[in-house]
C-alpha cells in the first residue's frame, strides 16, 4: 500500500475512535454505564437502537455471525442496544468485525456507522408491567375481515365537500362524522343540529351485538371516523365529559396501532389495539386518563408474537422490536349526553368546573407534629437511600435523566441543590440556572 493509503487508513481509524469515545461518554451521561478497555463477554453498540429505526431482528441477523447471543437488550427510544455473547473471544470478535461498520436499516433505507464498546455487565431495570387503565377493554377480532372490508368501503372520503374543509384543518388525519359533527375549535358538539342520515345503516347489526354484549348501556348516535396513515396521529385529549356519556367505544379497521394513556399523576400505558379489535372506554378510563397517537411511522411492542395481540407494551428491554404502520381507520362511537356531567373526576369535568370544595393545606399545629414530620418525611428517608448512596452518587438518578430528557427545547431549568443529576449536563438543550 502507498503512503496515501495508509494516511487514508489512519485518518478512518481516528474517526472512529473520536466516535467510539463519544458513545462512551454519551452512554456515561444519560445511563451511569462505564464502558471498559478490556475485552469481555458484553458490549454497547451505538447508532443500533430502536430510537433510531434498527429493528431486532436486522440487529441479532448482524450479532449472530460472530458467535451464540446470549442476551440481546434493546432499550425503548434508545439509539443504542447491549449484546452479551457466550464468551469473550466471541464478543472480541464482533467488536473487530463490527467497530466502525456501515449497515443500511433495512426499515429506512438510511446507511449509519456502529460503534462498539466492551462493558462489564448489564444490568438495566424494565419497568413493573402495568396494568389497563380501570373501565378499559380491548377485545380482539370483534369482527370478520368481510365486515372490516364493508365498513371500510361505505365511507366515502371523495363525495363531501364539507369533509375535504374539515380536512383542511386536521392535517393529522382524515375525519368524517355522523348524527352530530364534533367541532374541534371548542371540542363539543352542537347538540341542536344532528347531521342528517344518522349513522350509517352498516353499523346497526355491530352497535346491537355490542349492546347484547354490555360493553356499552347506550346506543350511539354519534359516530366519528378518522383515517391515519403512517406518520400520523392525535394529541392527548380526554372527551369532553358533557359533549358525551360514559362508554366510548372504537373499532380499528385495516391496521393495528399502538394508543398512549396517561394519568394525571404521570401514570403511562401503551397499548395494542390489533386489527378488527373494540377499544372500550369506560369509568376511570373514559374520564380521567388522556388518549392519543403519537405521530411516527413506527411502533415500538413486544417481540414476541410480533406484539400484534392485545396488551400493554411494558419496557422489557429484551423483548422490543419496531412495527411498521399502515393505514388505520377508526370508527368512534358516542351516545351525545342530554343533561350536565356528575362523574367523580370534576378537576377535569367541565360541567363541573369552579364546583371543587377548596381544600386548604395542612400545616402541623405544634412543635411535637412537626417534629413527627421531620423523622417520618425526612429521616426515614435518607436512611432509606443511605445503604445504596455511595454506588448511585457519582451517576445522575434515572428518574432526573427521564424528566430532564422529557422537556421541550429552550426549556429553563432552576438547579436548588436537590440532587442527584450529577450537575445536570444531561440535555443540552435546556438552559441551566
Known amino acids: ?85 457466550g464468551t469473550t473471544e466471541e464478543a472480541k470478535k464482533a467488536f473487530d ?14 446507511n449509519i456507522v456502529l460503534y462498539m464498546n466492551f462493558v462489564e455487565k448489564v444490568l438495566w431495570q424494565n419497568a413493573v408491567p402495568t396494568s389497563f387503565p380501570p373501565g378499559l377493554m380491548v377485545i380482539e377480532k370483534i369482527i370478520s375481515p368481510e365486515e372490516e372490508r364493508k365498513m371500510l368501503e361505505s365511507i366515502d372520503w371523495i363525495e363531501d365537500e364539507d369533509m375535504q374543509n374539515a380536512q383542511k384543518t386536521l392535517k393529522h388525519r382524515r375525519v368524517k ?44 348516535d354519534q359516530l366519528t371516523v378518522n383515517q391515519y396513515e403512517p406518520g400520523q396521529g392525535i394529541p392527548p385529549h380526554i372527551d369532553t365529559h358533557s359533549a358525551f356519556e360514559d362508554e366510548i367505544i372504537s373499532l380499528s379497521l385495516g391496521a393495528e396501532i399502538v394508543m398512549d394513556f396517561k394519568h394525571p399523576d404521570g401514570r403511562t400505558v401503551a397499548i395494542m389495539l390489533p386489527r378488527c379489535s373494540l377499544l372500550v372506554m369506560a369509568g376511570e378510563s373514559r374520564y380521567l386518563w388522556t388518549h392519543g397517537i403519537t405521530p411516527r ?25 419496531l412495527n411498521r404502520r399502515e393505514t388505520r381507520t377508526s370508527f368512534t362511537f358516542r351516545k351525545v349526553r342530554r ?67 422529557s422537556l421541550p427545547k429552550g426549556s429553563i431549568v432552576a438547579d436548588v441543590g436537590c440532587g442527584n443529576g450529577k450537575y445536570l449536563g444531561i440535555n443540552e438543550d435546556l438552559y441551566m440556572v
Not at 101 to 109: I, M, N, P, Y
Not at 385 to 405: C, D, G, M, N
Open 1 to 85: 500500500k502507498t503512503s496515501k493509503d495508509h494516511l487514508k487508513i489512519h485518518k478512518m481509524k481516528k474517526k472512529v475512535l473520536k466516535k467510539q469515545v463519544r458513545a462512551q461518554h454519551t452512554l456515561m451521561r444519560h445511563e451511569g454505564i462505564e464502558c471498559i478497555s478490556h475485552a469481555t463477554q458484553s458490549l454497547v453498540i451505538a447508532n443500533a437502537g430502536l430510537g433510531n429505526g434498527m429493528s431486532r431482528h436486522q440487529l441479532l441477523r448482524i450479532v449472530e455471525e460472530y458467535g451464540l447471543v446470549e442476551t440481546l437488550l434493546m432499550p425503548p427510544n434508545k439509539p443504542y442496544s447491549f449484546v452479551k455473547y
Open 339 to 405: 343533561s350536565p356531567c356528575n362523574c367523580i373526576y370534576p378537576s377535569v369535568c367541565d360541567s363541573q368546573k369552579g364546583q371543587q370544595r377548596q381544600v386548604q393545606p395542612s400545616f402541623p399545629h405544634n412543635e411535637t407534629e412537626a417534629s413527627k414530620l421531620e423523622q417520618e418525611y425526612v429521616h426515614r428517608v435518607y436512611e432509606e437511600i443511605a445503604r445504596h448512596f455511595s454506588s448511585t452518587r457519582h451517576s445522575p438518578w434515572p428518574q432526573i435523566v427521564e424528566f430532564l430528557r
Open 297 to 321: 411511522k413506527y411502533d415500538v411492542i413486544q417481540a414476541s408474537e410480533l406484539g400484534l395481540k392485545v396488551g400493554t407494551i411494558t419496557a422489557d428491554v429484551g423483548d422490543l422490536t
Open 177 to 220: 362524522h355522523f348524527g352530530y359533527e364534533f367541532c374541534y375549535d371548542n371540542n363539543n358538539v352542537d347538540k341542536d343540529k344532528p347531521l342528517p342520515g344518522g349513522l350509517p345503516e352498516i353499523c346497526d347489526l355491530f352497535l346491537e351485538k355490542c349492546l347484547k354484549q354490555g360493553y356499552i348501556r347506550h346506543k350511539p
Open 97 to 110: 468485525a463490527l467497530n466502525g461498520k456501515e449497515v443500511t436499516l433495512e426499515d429506512f433505507g438510511q
